[in-house]
């Protein structure tokens, strides 16, 4: 691998449901972030983490939970999937210090329908 | 509040040039950034701007002016393959990264 990879690629699930979507990097990358795209809105960070060890709420962190025991693996958990939370979601990292800090790499995204 | 504004959806011809303007408020400015996205595809960094004026790459120019809140992305000799989302996003004063929608762009031959 080369980058960050996501899984399940794609998933419907029935409301009330947990689900964690999976993102593993192996960039050794010091922060990572999960956002959700919806049609018509920009990303938007859901949870993110500088380092490992630490985590931070986004903009729309409500029903979602994330951990990061290690440098490579951040995942999302969805406690009790509503249909509201039906979107494609997008890992990413970013080197956290130097140059390009800021600079993220995304995973090729999770499509998620809750019915 | 904060907000990035963009135009919704373009549309240029194969091999001309297209401007995709972005305008900006954010809480402090440390950095703008344009990403690509292919339909269905994860977004693909581009450029990043700190400093006023314009920074080449290749076909892609991007232009930033801090005192208006302005930037916009270049695209010369349009391709096909440049058929995409393009993605404005600001560092605020928190270092956090604050997306505008996107401009969609359609090239006709």
């Known amino acids: 691998i080369a980058g960050i990879t996501q899984a399940p690629t794609s998933q419907i699930l029935a409301a009330g449901r947990r689900m964690t979507l999976r993102c593993t990097q192996d960039m050794r990358h010091n922060a990572m972030y999960w956002y959700r795209q919806d049609l018509g809105l920009g990303l938007r960070l859901i949870h993110y983490?500088?380092?490992?060890?630490?985590?931070g709420k986004g903009e729309v962190p409500d029903g979602y939970s994330v951990s990061r025991a290690n440098t490579d693996d951040f995942p999302l958990t969805l406690a009790s999937a509503v249909p509201s939370q039906t979107s494609v979601y997008f890992c990413?990292?970013?080197?956290?210090?130097?140059?390009?800090?800021?600079?993220?790499?995304f995973g090729a995204g999770s499509r998620l329908t809750v019915l | 509040g904060q907000n990035i504004d963009q135009p919704t959806e373009m549309t240029a011809t194969e091999g001309a040039i297209v401007q995709i303007n972005c305008t900006y408020q954010?809480?402090?400015?440390?950095?703008l950034f344009w990403y690509q996205q292919h339909a269905g595809e994860a977004p693909t960094f581009l450029s990043y701007?700190?400093l006023d004026g314009l920074e080449e790459k290749g076909r892609f120019s991007s232009f930033l002016s801090r005192s208006k809140g302005y930037s916009y992305l270049l695209l010369k000799e349009l391709q096909m393959k440049d058929s995409a989302s393009y993605l404005c996003?600001?560092?605020?004063?928190?270092?956090?990264?604050?997306w505008g929608a996107g401009t969609k762009l359609i090239i006709k031959p």
């Open positions: 983490s500088n380092t490992a060890g630490t985590t």
């Open positions: 990413a990292s970013s080197p956290g210090q130097g140059f390009g800090a800021n600079v993220l790499t």
């Open positions: 996003a600001v560092v605020d004063s928190n270092y956090q990264l604050i």
């Open positions: 954010t809480s402090g400015f440390n950095g």
């Open positions: 701007n700190v």
